[in-house]
């Protein structure tokens, strides 16, 4: 896997937090948070950290259980959420957009609801509303299997096995399908390091996430851009999905015909010329 991102640093605490700094970025532009989505890790973000480190201090996040951050007791949305305030708060210390992906998107929400005072705006690609639904165990458990068995090949095996959250550039199916970016290699690397309780947790559902997610969408003032796929390609924001998003008091929606879960992974070049114009309209108010 090439190495795009910078030196992993830790910030202490419980759990652990790693984190990737690019430093830098032009006096008076905000910092950019990258938080990926559930099972991944920063690595991620290898297509994009670099090109918007030309202009912005970028920081990327590993979330809790995932990565080279440590594991914990506690996979709630509340929790992640918390992570994210510490980052903000005990990393960057400045004014901040929060791109999230999937679970970092509504890690992201419920944080800009409670610590507006950090958050200048959110980048949210397609953020999965209903995302309390349990996870379905014929699906999953098969990886969390291999990843307690600690054996490197029943873990390829598995992923390789895993159905993709959305089809691929070419209709794969699953990640042993793919090629490019989202090569088999990487994402095993990715999901290698992914504590199993947090599969644990989501295949048990979390009740309290559709109160949270409520709350956090009644509370966030910070502008928002909405980076939705294809629902019939397994995009996350369907109709009924972008009606409650669009409750927010300053939100604006971008599709990516074509594409359904894995947009910046996908379409990089895409990606940022979407979020450009959002980063300027921030800058010029």
């Known amino acids: 896997m090439p190495k795009r991102l910078p030196r992993a ?3 202490k605490g419980d759990p652990k937090l790693a984190y990737y700094d690019s430093g830098g ?7 950019i948070v990258l938080a990926h989505a559930a099972l991944y890790r920063s690595e991620d973000w290898e297509n994009i950290f670099p090109r918007l480190a030309t202009r912005y201090r970028v920081v990327a996040v590993d979330q809790r259980g995932h990565g ?3 594991r914990a007791s506690d996979y709630s949305l509340r929790a992640l959420a918390d992570d994210t305030q510490r980052i903000l708060r005990e990393v960057v210390r400045i004014p901040s ?15 800009a609801a409670e610590a507006s005072d950090l958050v200048t705006g959110l980048v949210l690609e397609d953020p999965p509303l209903a995302y309390g639904t349990p ?10 299997d291999a990843l307690l068995s600690g054996d490197a090949g029943t873990v390829t095996k598995a992923v390789s096995r895993l159905a993709l959250p959305s089809p691929g550039p070419r209709g794969e199916r699953t990640y042993g399908e793919l090629r490019g970016f989202y090569a088999a290699e990487r994402v095993v690397a990715y999901f290698r390091d992914v504590d199993p309780a947090f599969i644990d947790a989501r295949t048990a559902g979390d009740d309290a ?3 949270a997610l409520t709350d956090a969408l009644a509370n966030v003032r910070s502008p928002a851009l ?4 294809e629902p019939r390609l397994g995009g996350a924001v369907d109709d009924a999905a972008e009606w409650k998003l669009k409750k ?10 074509g594409s359904g879960h894995l947009l910046h992974g996908f379409r990089p070049e895409q990606f940022i010329e979407n979020i450009e114009p959002f980063l300027r309209k921030l800058r010029d108010s």
């Not at 970025?25 to 910092?31: K, L, Q, T």
């Not at 379905?136 to 458990?141: K, L, N, S, V, W």
């Not at 927010?248 to 015909?257: A, E, G, S, Y």
Request: charged letters at 15%.
């Open 9 to 11: 640093r830790t910030l």
């Open 68 to 70: 080279k951050s440590g």
């Open 135 to 144: 996870w379905p165990q014929e699906t999953y458990a098969p990886l969390r």
């Open 226 to 229: 909405v980076l939705a796929g």
């Open 209 to 211: 996430t559709a109160s």
């Open 248 to 257: 927010l008091p300053d939100i604006t929606v971008k599709r990516f015909p």
């Open 25 to 31: 970025g032009v006096g008076g532009e905000p910092a």
């Open 97 to 111: 957009v929060i791109v999230g992906h999937w679970l970092g998107a509504l890690g992201a929400l419920a944080c």
